[in-house]
């Protein structure tokens, strides 16, 4: 199969978050099963052009009534085969692109002229195709900045007929958070060239805005999101960010599929970031990664007492608000109560780093590291017992993957992505892999903790057995990439690609 990725983000080259980790993960497992693979993003500032090959020749891009200009370049995804490369092709505009940031900057945190940068960016993808002389079989488009392109394919290559060279294509959108739609003036339809009429058909509109994700969930012949729960809580109205009636719509082709984690970096059999390796068969590491963690943020170094870690952003979904609010979260009651450490890693919301600061002056047994740190990362998964994480909303979450397999048992809210990789225990049999709490509150994550420091020094069998448990489970990309080439043979078997363009949508009111 032919498959175009057109995403905003991919590693090596950009990352702001978890979306550029999937991007290239699942291109190379996809690569490695004999597929061709093609990414395609922007040239940000950020990326080297020395690194890169030039295509010959610019690039015209319709745009607003004219046409941008622009020049490609090519690379390979670091990662891949010589037999199965994955060929990254960036298309450069110094006035859209020629910046720090890639969604903006510490100055501006969304850039004014986003909308027209990723329609561009959208609007571009077909013409580099067609520069390549390469026509894919699915474009898999990642999150709002890429969701324009299979709007495109549908309104604008489709009606070209089947003469168009993307007239066989299919397209999947993937959202990997609903929480972020690309949401902007609806004056700058004026740059995607469509007429008004396909604002209303292709589902742009929302209030008196455009939507970019709106327009491409109405519009991609197939769409998934991160994790099979995160795929039904998005459908109601608590969880669907005001387009719970859209997915609902569109509930026979919206999937869930869990993303993977790379398993070469994640691994505690081989992780050089860790003061000694370990397996499921030999835990001497695992103790030598606690002393380490205790001894690295200042906690008297004790095998017996519960170590819970976190490593998070510091922002409201991660539900620390009902954690380190003032007066009401419940870090510091459970600090005070319960014979246990706990140690955080993460940079975020002010207000939430200033309270971790103050508390860990208040209390013996809480420390934190305020910044973005790797290495700290590994230590703290390898080195904990208990990670923590009562997210409000989680679509796919990676951070209880990596407990699982380093052996820290997953305190999670039941929800998302976290709700289909944890287990609850069960206090009678001992099964489970980890700690679930349904509701968001600080009772609840008090309790839950408390809970699972109960089972640590009364029910130590427990915790081993549902220790091995986790650090057995696979969570490899190759199981993903299969359910995405299911959904992609899935998409190309729609009868009649062509025609597509006629479908109407029902009367596009937003929570419909
Ligand atoms: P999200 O993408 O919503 O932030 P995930 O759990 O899916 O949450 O992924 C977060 C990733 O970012 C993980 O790999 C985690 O280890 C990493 N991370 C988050 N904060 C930090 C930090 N302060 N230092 C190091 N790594 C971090």
């Known amino acids: 199969m032919k498959i175009l990725m057109a995403s ?27 597929h061709d693979v093609r990414i395609m993003l922007p040239r940000y500032y950020g990326i080297d052009t020395r690194d890169l090959r030039k295509l010959e020749g610019e690039l015209g891009v319709p745009m607003g009534g004219g046409e941008e200009w622009c020049a490609v370049y090519s690379a390979v995804l670091p990662g891949s085969s010589k037999k199965n490369p994955v060929p990254v092709y960036f298309v450069d505009h110094e006035h ?3 910046r720090d940031g890639i969604y903006g900057s510490s100055g501006e945190t969304d850039f004014l002229d986003n909308p027209r940068r990723f329609t561009f960016f959208c609007r571009a993808v077909f ?35 089947p003469e168009g060279e993307f007239a066989k294509t299919a397209s999947v959108l993937t959202v990997h958070n609903l929480g ?20 209303y058909r292709a589902g742009f509109e929302d209030g008196n805005m455009m939507n970019f994700l709106k327009a491409g969930l109405y519009s991609a012949d197939r769409l998934n999101t991160v994790s099979p729960t995160y795929a039904r ?22 999937t869930g599929i869990l993303n993977g984690i790379d398993t070469k970096v994640w691994n505690p059999k081989t992780d050089r970031l860790i003061p000694q390796t370990y397996s499921v068969d030999n835990m001497a590491g695992k103790a030598a990664a606690k002393a380490a963690l205790q001894k690295t943020f200042g906690l008297p170094v004790d095998a017996d007492i519960p170590v819970f870690g976190m490593v998070t952003r510091l922002t409201g979904q991660k539900g620390v608000g ?16 319960m014979k246990v450490q706990l140690v955080l890693l993460g940079s975020g919301e002010a207000w939430c780093e200033n309270e971790i600061k103050s508390l860990t002056s208040r209390l013996p047994n809480f ?17 904990s017992d208990f990670f923590l994480m009562p997210s409000r909303w989680e679509p796919c979450g990676l951070n209880q993957m990596y407990s699982l397999v380093y052996g820290a048992l997953p305190v999670v809210r039941n929800t998302g992505g976290l709700a289909d990789t944890v287990e609850n225990y069960h206090q009678e049999t001992g099964s489970g892999t980890g700690f679930l709490f349904d509701d968001l509150t600080p009772a609840a994550i008090y309790n839950t903790v408390g809970w699972a420091a109960w089972a640590w020094y009364n029910r130590r069998k427990h915790i081993e057995a549902m220790r091995a448990r986790g650090m057995k489970r696979n969570f490899s990309w190759t199981e993903s990439a299969k ?24 009367p596009n009111k937003v929570g419909l």
């Open 483 to 506: 359910q995405y080439l299911a959904m992609y043979a899935d998409a190309c078997s729609m009868p009649n690609l062509v025609g597509q363009h006629n479908f109407v949508g029902p």
């Open 127 to 161: 013409q580099v195709c067609r520069k390549i002389r390469w026509t894919p079989d699915i474009l898999h488009a990642h999150d709002w900045p890429a969701a324009l392109a299979p709007v495109f394919l549908k309104f604008w290559e489709r009606p070209l007929g």
């Open 367 to 383: 420390r934190a590291r305020i910044g973005y740190d790797e290495a700290g990362s590994h230590l703290i998964e390898a080195g």
């Open 322 to 337: 009902e954690l380190f609010g003032p007066a009401y979260g419940s870090a510091w009651s459970i600090c005070r109560d």
């Open 180 to 199: 972020y739609q690309g949401i902007y003036g609806k004056e700058n339809f004026f740059y995607t060239n469509l007429g008004w009429d396909v604002f």
């Open 233 to 254: 809580e998005t459908q109601t109205q608590a969880q669907g960010f005001r387009l719970d009636g859209v997915l609902r719509y569109r509930s026979d082709h919206y």
């Open 96 to 98: 859209f692109f020629g």
């Open 8 to 34: 905003s983000e991919a590693v090596p080259f950009a990352k702001t978050g978890g979306l550029a980790d999937a991007v290239s993960a699942l291109s190379l497992a996809l690569a490695a099963r004999g």
